[in-house]
C-alpha cells in the first residue's frame, strides 16, 4: 500500500500535467486550424485620414468577427463570415497624435461556444501628428553650405543719393550695356593738366581728390553698390549690414533659385577704410561678406602733383603782381610828362 500510493500520486501528476501541455497548446494550434478565420491588417493610422483596416478569411466554420479598441472596447466594426467567404473591418478615423490599441474577437457560429481573442499586438500606433505630416509633405529645402557674394562690376555713386537702400527681388541677370564698367571721359568740371613752355605741370581746373580705395569695390559713404549673392534658401528675406552694427541698411528676397541682388547704400556716417557688407538670410541663418574700401568723401590734395600744382599757383600769382606793378609804372611817367608839358614854366 505505500508503494501503489505513491504510483497513484505520480500518475495523477502526468495527467495534470498532459493535460496543461493541451492547455497551454490549444492557441498555438489554432493558428493552424482550418475551420477559423486568417485575419490581416491592410492599413495602419498615417498621415491620410482613416485608421485601421483588417481584411479576413474565412475558414470551414461560420465566425462572428468583432474589431475592438481601447477607445472602444464594446467594438468598432463587425463582421459575420461565411466559411471560405471574406470580410472587412475598419476603425473609425484616428486623430493626429492619437494612438489606438485594436484587438479581434473570434466567436464561432456553429454551436460550440468557441471564442478567442487575437490582441494585434503589433498593430498598437500612433497616428503622425499635423506638423510632422507637414514636413513630410513640404522638406525644407538644404542651402548650400557656403553661400556666395559679389560686388557687381558697376561704378559706385560718387555722390550720395537722395533715396535709402532698397532691395530687390530679382534674380541677378547678365549686367546691362549701361552698367557695364566704362572708362570715363572727360568733363567739364573734370580736373586738367597742362603744361608750360619749360615742360613744368601747370594747374587748370579743380584739383583731383586721391583715393586708397580698392578697384572695383571702392564707394564713399552714401555711395551705393550692387551686390549678387546665391546659396540661400528660396524666398527667404536676405539682410544687409554693415559688419560690426546691427543696423540693417537694406533688404532682399532670394528668388526661386536662391539667388539676390540688391543696391545697397552706403551710410553716411561709415568710417573711411576697409569695410564688410555681410548678407544674412532671415530663415536659415547662413551668411556671408563682401569686402569693401570706404574712401573719405573730401580728402586733401597731397603728393608732388599737388606741390608742383601749389607752386604753379604761386609763380603765376607773383607774375602777374610783377605785371600789374609794370603797367603802374608806365602810367604814371605817362602821367608826369604830361603834366610837365602843360605847366607855364616849361616855355
Known amino acids: 500500500m505505500r508503494l501503489a500510493l505513491p504510483a497513484g500520486v505520480v500518475t495523477g501528476l502526468l495527467v495534470a500535467a498532459m493535460a496543461a501541455a493541451v492547455a497551454v497548446a490549444g492557441p498555438a494550434l489554432a493558428i493552424d486550424d482550418p475551420s477559423r478565420p486568417d485575419a490581416q491588417v491592410t492599413r495602419g493610422p498615417s498621415c491620410q485620414p482613416g485608421g485601421i483596416v483588417v481584411e479576413l478569411v474565412a475558414g470551414t466554420a461560420a465566425y462572428t468577427v468583432r474589431l475592438s479598441t481601447t477607445r472602444q472596447p464594446a467594438g468598432e466594426d463587425e463582421v459575420t463570415l461565411v466559411p471560405q467567404g471574406t470580410g472587412l473591418l475598419q476603425t473609425g478615423d484616428v486623430a493626429p497624435g492619437e494612438t489606438i490599441d485594436p484587438r479581434l474577437e473570434f466567436t464561432a457560429r456553429d454551436g460550440s461556444g468557441v471564442t478567442y481573442v487575437d490582441e494585434l499586438e503589433d498593430w498598437t500606433l500612433t497616428r503622425p501628428t499635423t506638423e510632422d505630416c507637414e514636413a513630410v509633405r513640404n522638406p525644407a529645402p538644404t542651402p548650400p553650405s557656403t553661400p556666395t557674394a559679389t560686388v557687381e562690376p558697376t561704378s559706385p555713386s560718387a555722390t550720395p543719393s537722395d533715396g535709402g537702400s532698397t532691395g530687390t527681388s530679382s534674380r ?38 586721391s583715393s586708397s580705395a580698392a578697384p572695383g569695390n571702392a564707394v564713399i559713404p552714401g555711395g551705393t553698390v550692387t551686390l549678387s549673392g546665391a546659396g540661400f534658401l528660396p524666398g527667404e528675406r536676405v539682410d544687409i549690414l554693415l559688419r560690426g552694427t546691427e543696423t540693417v541698411i537694406a533688404t532682399a528676397t532670394a528668388g526661386p533659385d536662391g539667388a539676390v541682388r540688391v543696391d545697397v547704400r552706403i551710410p553716411d556716417a561709415a568710417e573711411a577704410g576697409p569695410a564688410t557688407l555681410d548678407l544674412v538670410g532671415a530663415d536659415s541663418a547662413v551668411s556671408t561678406g563682401v569686402d569693401l574700401q570706404v574712401a573719405a568723401a573730401d580728402q586733401p590734395v597731397g603728393g608732388a602733383g599737388g606741390a608742383l600744382a601749389l607752386a604753379s599757383l604761386v609763380a603765376a600769382a607773383v607774375a602777374l603782381v610783377g605785371t600789374v606793378g609794370a603797367l603802374v609804372s608806365v602810367i604814371g611817367r605817362q602821367h608826369a610828362e604830361r603834366r610837365g608839358r602843360d605847366s607855364p614854366h616849361s616855355a
Do not use: E, I, L
Not at 183 to 200: E, K, M
Open 172 to 209: 541677378p541677370s547678365a549686367p546691362s550695356s549701361s552698367s557695364r564698367p566704362t572708362t570715363p571721359g572727360p568733363t567739364p568740371d573734370a580736373p586738367t593738366r597742362t603744361s608750360d613752355a619749360a615742360g613744368a605741370p601747370t594747374a587748370g581746373g579743380p584739383p583731383a581728390v
